[in-house]
Structures are given as structure tokens and as C-alpha cells.
T-cell receptor
């Protein structure tokens, strides 16, 4: 079946350190999206990548979509305590009439001040 | 422009009771999705609906679970005869027709269901 795996499952960093989470899909994706979920909160859309090899930046966050459109990464430079949460990648599966997203397993980021 | 509204935020049910979860999509959005999140786990797709139609219910358990999105009113996720294993956070998301193919979804705050 369709699977989206993320590593690591959990990452604990000191404030100011960098952080990267990796996302791998079992199949080629038309696009990939990243969401952030704060503890006790709901997923919030961060960004969408569509093109092969695409790189997008949002302040300290850098998102990359692999050349084969099967993997992606999120890199945070100089983490802050506000970065705490679980980061999910998600890809659309099914095509055609269905728009369901398959979410990755998530990476929980803990930032120690 | 109000976001995706879910209610109730918290719902407590005893085993065997029914749970009804409501979701009003963002204004202008006609696509609704339901996801379930077990504690410490990721989001699992359940069902995708458009007005009066179920488009994809491949993630819905075959028994006790049903969903609807009527012409008027919110989308409803209904769980009959709840069991302890149904305890989870249920998130609703919506997207506008213009995003079809882009699939950007906007999530509500969720309903936390606890089954005693």
C-alpha cells in the first residue's frame, strides 16, 4: 500500500542547533506538503512543493523536493523553542476524483532552551 | 473568514453510546476530509466528501462509522456503539474546489473523543 515514512521519529536539540527531518514515499508524488502540529494542537499547513528538485525557504525553514519526487526534507536552521512540535509531510494519493492525503509518520521536535 | 469549525472540542462517551462529530468547512470550501489521530501517532485518512457525496471512504472502518456532508449544514462523522479503541482526536479539513489537484487542506481544531 501507499506509505510515507519519516525519520527520525523524534529529535531533541539544544536551542540554536539545526534540525532536519526526512520524508520518503513508496510512490512518486505529484506534490508534497508539510504541516506542523504543536502539542495538543491541530496540523497547520506550512508549504507545498510541486516541481522536481524544488527548494523553498521560509525564514529559517528550508524545504526540498527530491529529483525523483519520492522524497523530501525539511531543515530548520538555529532552532528556537517556538519550533517545538511534530512535523508531518503529506502526499496526495489516488489521483482522479480523490484528493486524500497520506501523512507521513511525523517527526517530533523537542527544543531545549 | 472563519476557519474550519469543529464541535464539540471534547466529547466523552460510555461504551455502546453514539458519538456525533460536526465539521463546518471554511467559507467557499466544498471538500471535506476526516482524519483520525491516535495518541502519539500520525494522521490516518478516513473519508473524503463533497456536498451530498462520499468521494472516497477507503479509510473508514466498515462497521459503526459513517459520514455525511448534506446540502445544508455541517459534515457529520458518526460513530455508533463506541468502544474504547475509538478514543482519539478526530480532525476535519477542508479545501476549495480551486485547490483540486493541489490538495492543500485546512484543518479544524479537532474533536477529542474519550470513551469510558
Amino acid at each position: 500500500g501507499q506509505q510515507v515514512m519519516q525519520i527520525p521519529q523524534y529529535q531533541h536539540v539544544q536551542e540554536g542547533e539545526d534540525f532536519t527531518t526526512y520524508c520518503n514515499s513508496s510512490t512518486t508524488l505529484s506534490n508534497i506538503q508539510w504541516y506542523k502540529q504543536r502539542p495538543g494542537g491541530h496540523p497547520v499547513f506550512l508549504i507545498q512543493l510541486v516541481k522536481s528538485g524544488e527548494v523553498k525557504k521560509q525564514k529559517r525553514l528550508t524545504f526540498q523536493f527530491g529529483e525523483a519526487k519520492k522524497n523530501s526534507s525539511l531543515h530548520i536552521t538555529a532552532t528556537q523553542t517556538t519550533d517545538v512540535g511534530t512535523y508531518f509531510c503529506a502526499g496526495p494519493f489516488g489521483g482522479g476524483a480523490t484528493n486524500k492525503l497520506i501523512f507521513g509518520t511525523g517527526t517530533l521536535l523537542a527544543v531545549q532552551p | 473568514n472563519a476557519g474550519v469549525m469543529q464541535n464539540p472540542r471534547h466529547l466523552v462517551r460510555r461504551r455502546g453510546q453514539e458519538a456525533r462529530l460536526r465539521c463546518s468547512p471554511m467559507k467557499g470550501h466544498s471538500h471535506v476530509y476526516w482524519y483520525r489521530q491516535l495518541p502519539e501517532e500520525g494522521l490516518k485518512f478516513m473519508v473524503y466528501l463533497q456536498k451530498e457525496n462520499i468521494i472516497d471512504e477507503s479509510g473508514m472502518p466498515k462497521e459503526r462509522f459513517s459520514a455525511e456532508f448534506p446540502k445544508e449544514g455541517p459534515s457529520i462523522l458518526r460513530i455508533q456503539q463506541v468502544v474504547r479503541g475509538d478514543s482519539a482526536a478526530y480532525f476535519c479539513a477542508s479545501s476549495p474546489p480551486a485547490e483540486l489537484g493541489k490538495n492543500i487542506q485546512y484543518f479544524g481544531a479537532g474533536t477529542r473523543l474519550s470513551v469510558l
